[in-house]
């Protein structure tokens, strides 16, 4: 009788027919003492690969769809296992907990509106949308992200409560900041009320959320609001309120505050306007951000210029937000005035061509008009 061929015996042994082949790698075996051998040498797992590549004829047949039934039951069956783990262990709740968390964290339209804050988006993927951070506090404050342009026109950002005053978040930041290290010397040196005065020529508040920009002999006025007093010439204004806040609060413990530092003027940009300079709007140092901030509209997050209040005045491509409006304020008036004189039958020719034929007989509404070019104009009137 004629012996077999060795590819015909065991792959381990070379003494017996196989009986076994490895899902993994298709090896032949005899016994499983022959099998475990063949794992320990090759390193196989034992194992069907389900990424590994099958002709299509052996799709349609009776292994091909074992294999995949196979395959389909292991991974419910790991879904499975896996959701036990989870309940047995008690990680769902946590995970809970972590997602309740996040949602308090997170601010959304209706907080910013019982702020009385505006907020304008940007479109996801600039940088600005990027550097949003503003988020909420465990007390339910709005931790804002703010940009600080400082006097050499460097950018900073922050995250500062709405709880806290102008001065002190930006003395706070400026340390941490790429600012020149002279900001950084005066902002921590104390200084009395008299020195200030000496030494800046700032006269300090007078408790009624005012502050003198400048010691010039210029007698404060009163004004109605934050956005500062008449300016015609460009400079700084002469004295800046915020509605409805003191320049200091008591302490709980009925202690005097600590002094607010008058070394620098701080301003708050006023988005989409159709100026083509910055329009400022002016803040009281002693003044809390979320005050500064209510009835205003900021474009992702509130963007604050930082001026030195030694400085003779704005630059050029700055203007107050009361010079603004009053160029608004005389612009609408004269566009009213062409109004007028317009003949009624050029706007309704003008309406016609714009493909509103059903509206033809009937009396231009120039109110709507108006409003459409006030909205294009970014007035605010």
């Not at 909420?136 to 404050?141: A, G, L, P, V």
Request: with cysteine; aromatic share 6%; proline share 7%.
């Amino acid at each position: 009788m004629a012996e077999p061929l060795l590819s015909d015996l065991c792959s381990i042994c070379t003494t017996k027919e196989p009986k076994y082949r490895c899902p993994g790698c298709a090896a032949r075996t005899c016994s499983l003492p022959c099998y475990k051998r063949h794992q320990q040498r090759a390193q196989c797992s034992g194992k069907r690969d389900p990424t590994r590549y099958v002709k299509k004829s052996q799709l349609a047949t009776p292994a091909g769809i074992d294999h995949d039934f196979n395959f389909l039951t292991s991974v419910e069956r790991s879904l499975e296992k896996a959701e036990r783990h989870v309940n047995d262990s008690g990680l769902s709740s946590a995970s809970s907990d972590v997602r309740k968390g996040l949602r308090r964290s997170e601010v959304n339209d209706g907080h910013f509106a019982a702020a009385g804050v505006t907020v304008v988006r940007a479109p996801k993927g600039l940088s600005r949308h990027k550097d949003n951070n503003t988020h909420r506090s465990t007390k339910r404050n709005i931790v804002w992200s703010v940009e600080w342009i400082h006097e050499d026109k460097s950018r900073s950002l922050s995250n500062t409560s709405e709880q806290t005053r102008i001065a002190e978040a930006y003395h706070e930041h400026l340390p941490r900041s790429s600012g020149p290290s002279k900001k950084r010397k005066r902002c921590d040196v104390p200084a009395s009320r008299s020195s200030e005065t000496d030494r800046d020529g700032v006269t300090p508040s007078n408790g009624e959320g005012e502050f003198t920009a400048f010691g010039r002999g210029r007698s404060p006025r009163n004004d109605t609001g934050s956005r500062g007093p008449e300016s015609s010439t460009g400079r700084y204004p002469s004295d800046a309120k915020v509605e409805g806040v003191p320049d200091a609060s008591p302490h709980v413990n009925g202690t005097e505050p600590e002094p607010v530092s008058t070394q620098y003027i701080y301003f708050l940009l006023r988005p989409r306007t159709s100026s083509n300079r910055h329009v400022l709007i002016p803040l009281s140092p002693s003044a809390r951000l979320g005050e500064c901030l209510r009835g205003r509209t900021v474009l992702e997050f509130p963007t604050i210029y930082v001026f030195s209040a030694s400085a003779p005045e704005l630059p050029e491509d700055f203007i107050l937000e009361q010079d603004y409006l009053r160029g608004q304020s005389k612009d609408q008036k004269e566009f009213e005035q062409l109004l007028k004189e317009v003949d009624p039958s050029v706007l309704r020719a003008i309406k016609t061509e714009d493909g509103d034929d059903e509206t033809t007989n009937e009396d231009f509404d120039s109110t709507k008009l108006l409003d459409v070019l006030k909205q294009d104009l970014g007035t605010a009137i």
